[in-house]
């Protein structure tokens, strides 16, 4: 069972501040998603990484997938109250219909 | 809107009782899953399909069964329900047809209480 270790769990911090989540596995693979979750609503993918080593940016979203395909992170810059959810990242492995793994999550709150 | 409705939406029931969920798309995709969510444990899967009456388990599959007699609705069952079964749960569709990277597209979710 692939599992992904994401942390931190939750992080409160002040509008304008910077942060850095991380998700973490020991297996590889294909591609990585981000997914963003608000109170009451499904999640909704933000980005996909692919390629070892790539980064992405999202306005003030920059997402990068590690160069062994195990491991991303999201680095949120001048953080927004409306910045505010559940962020969850999810691994897909190639050629598996089953989808995707996720990881627990983490509760990011933007404080005004 | 993604196309995607469940319902119902919030359901109390008893232990032992029955439960179906019901998932409804309106784009004809092929690939169908539940989900469950609970604290600490992100997204789990619980069943997937791949077509009309073409079905498989996820990693917590067991208390539950599912069936997809139409290519837009796609039925979680929980034939006695359990406290344990307590979560939300989320359907998803596949989108992407052309990419090796599988994208989601989630409805908005059931809250299913077993007291």
């Known amino acids: 069972t692939q599992l992904l270790e994401q942390s931190p769990q939750f992080l409160s911090i002040q509008e304008g501040e910077n942060l850095t989540v991380y998700c973490n596995s020991s297996?590889?693979?294909?591609?990585l998603q981000w997914y963003r979750q608000e109170p009451g609503e499904g999640p909704v993918l933000l980005v996909t990484?692919?390629?070892?080593?790539e980064v992405k940016k999202l306005k003030r979203l920059t997402f990068q997938f590690g160069d062994a395909r195990k491991d991303s992170s999201l680095h949120i810059t001048a953080a927004q109250t409306g910045d505010t959810g559940l962020y969850l990242c999810?691994?897909?492995?190639?050629?598996?219909?089953?989808?995707?793994?996720f990881g627990s999550g983490t509760q990011l709150t933007v404080l005004p | 809107d993604a196309g995607i409705t469940q319902s119902p939406r919030h359901k109390v029931t008893e232990t032992g009782t029955p439960v179906t969920l019901r998932c409804h798309q309106t784009?004809?995709?092929?690939?169908m899953y539940w989900y469950r969510q609970d604290p600490g444990h992100g997204l789990r899967l619980i069943h997937y399909?791949?077509?009309?009456?073409?079905?498989d388990k996820g990693e917590v599959s067991d208390g539950y069964s599912v069936s997809r007699s139409k290519t837009e609705d796609f039925l979680l069952t929980l034939e006695s329900a359990t406290s344990s079964q307590t979560s939300v749960y989320f359907c998803?569709?596949?989108?992407?047809?052309?990419?090796?990277?599988?994208?989601?597209?989630f409805g908005a979710g059931s809250r299913l209480t077993v007291l």
């Open positions: 999810a691994g897909a492995s190639s050629g598996s219909a089953r989808q995707l793994t």
């Open positions: 297996s590889v693979f294909s591609s």
């Open positions: 990484v692919v390629t070892g080593g």
């Open positions: 784009e004809n995709h092929r690939y």
């Open positions: 399909s791949y077509g009309v009456k073409d079905t």
């Open positions: 998803a569709i596949k989108r992407d047809r052309n990419s090796g990277a599988n994208v989601l597209t």
